[in-house]
């Protein structure tokens, strides 16, 4: 069959892609930027397209030509820079589905989420149900499958938090602690996709493994499969996560998708659970997930890592603001480095544009899109001043403490934010 794969390159789409092209199907794989992807899965046939931008039926004429199913594993958690809920998650598949009922009316299968409870009236979830209750009255062949918590040999978004939670030095500080969570293996899914896709199974369904823990235990469970020693559960009342909370919606305007931002708080506060009607699927458990693959030393880095990257972007914004600003408190003194190199207006001129040099990266690296080049950024102009600050007054290298030694660290940290600044 010909296959078409939303947000392929996904952490739940990419499993997906693997299993439909193991079963001997041609797939096409869409996503907003397939080029690491196209490395990695040379036998997918990749496309880039951004479903936030499709959401007319004539947007999706072309590429459904000639597909016999389509699979959705596209979503997203909130609205903010990178992302469009109305548009990713009901827009574009209202749009999508009537595009398939006047061309080969392919079998659509919705990889969704249980739509009630206390999120159910959150933007994550009703765009959700928009889409899951018009693919349901379209007459057209679908099947919905409704997960729970996935849980594979990657992570991402609350998978990605579990791991790094379970790192956390001394003690696991929770919220939620006692919430119940169901979970099942990325495997399961595409096993799922599998049997929709050979026609074996239809409709609406929920999977979750049979058993039920609560997120202390989850935690747990991986700092076991990390290799860490027991730790103390630290519960946190919810009021003390409310500025981490705000922090990651405010990080999430500026394309950075947090999984502490407030839809996921608050499905958390009452658990990851399902209706568990059986629908001929099984499921694995978390304890079973974990061990059919065992952690690597990459697996801790990660864990380790994950909570200290916004830190490390939000501290390298704050020092570059500040190079750049606090010299505007004393621009006499600060221009009067150069003033034996160059006219006082020259001094003057160059003072100023360096200083808006460096406010630019500090702001520019706390914006998602704008990250990388704001990085690389930092870089050039480090060195850059590294280069000219050693030709015209060398003798700064002699102050321990003095700007030019400072600088060198900040490059360290550069580079550390360029290797882990990549999501998936």
């Not at 930027?33 to 499709?54: E, G, H, T, V, Y």
């Not at 839809?263 to 990851?272: C, L």
């Not at 501290?315 to 606090?326: A, N, Q």
Request: overall charge neutral.
């Amino acid at each position: 069959m010909n296959i078409l794969i939303l947000g392929a390159t996904g952490f739940i789409g990419s499993v997906v892609a693997a299993r439909l092209v193991a079963d001997g199907h041609a797939v096409t794989g869409l996503g907003r930027n397939p080029a690491r992807a196209r490395l990695k899965q040379p036998a997918i046939d990749w496309r880039r397209a951004d479903l936030s931008r499709m959401t007319k039926p004539a947007d999706w004429d072309d590429i459904l030509k000639d597909q016999h199913a389509v699979i959705n594993c596209a979503g997203a958690l909130q609205d903010g820079l990178s992302d469009d809920l109305s548009a990713t998650q009901a827009e574009a598949m209202l749009a999508l589905y009537s595009a398939a009922k006047a061309s080969s009316r392919p079998l659509i299968v919705q990889i969704s989420a249980r739509t009630a409870g206390a999120a159910g009236d959150l933007p994550f979830l009703t765009t959700k149900r928009r889409a899951d209750e018009a693919l349901a009255a379209s007459g057209l062949p679908y099947f919905i499958l409704r997960p729970a918590l996935v849980l594979g040999r990657n992570a991402h978004g609350g998978s990605a938090l579990l791991r790094a939670l379970a790192a956390f030095p001394l003690v696991l500080p929770l919220v939620h602690a006692e919430s119940l969570v169901e979970t099942l293996s990325v495997d399961d899914v595409a096993e799922a996709v599998s049997r929709a896709v050979s026609g074996d199974i239809s409709g609406d369904v929920d999977l979750a493994a049979a058993e039920t823990l609560t997120l202390a235990d989850l935690v747990r469970l991986h700092r076991q499969w990390l290799g860490l020693p027991p730790a103390r559960l630290f519960a946190l009342a919810p009021w003390l996560a409310r500025p981490a909370t705000w922090l990651a919606d405010l990080s999430g305007l500026l394309g950075w998708r947090s999984p502490l931002r407030s839809t996921a708080m608050t499905v958390m506060s009452e658990g990851v659970q399902s209706s568990k009607v059986d629908g001929g699927l099984v499921a694995t458990s978390a304890a079973a997930t974990l061990s059919a693959n065992p952690s690597g030393v990459q697996d801790l880095w990660f864990a380790r890592l994950y909570l200290l990257k916004p830190l490390v972007i939000s501290g390298l914004s704050v020092f570059w603001l500040l190079s750049g600003l606090l010299p505007l408190l004393a621009l006499d003194r600060t221009f009067a480095h150069f003033l034996p190199f160059m006219p006082h207006a020259a001094a003057t001129a160059l003072t100023l544009a360096t200083c808006l040099v460096d406010i630019v990266l500090g702001a520019a690296v706390l914006v998602r899109p704008l990250a990388k080049r704001a990085l690389l950024g930092m870089l050039g102009v480090s060195l850059a001043y590294l280069a000219g600050a050693s030709l015209l007054e060398p003798a700064l290298w002699l102050d321990p403490l003095g700007v030019l030694v400072k600088v060198l660290p900040s490059i360290l940290l550069t580079l550390v934010a360029l290797a882990i600044l990549d999501e998936r």
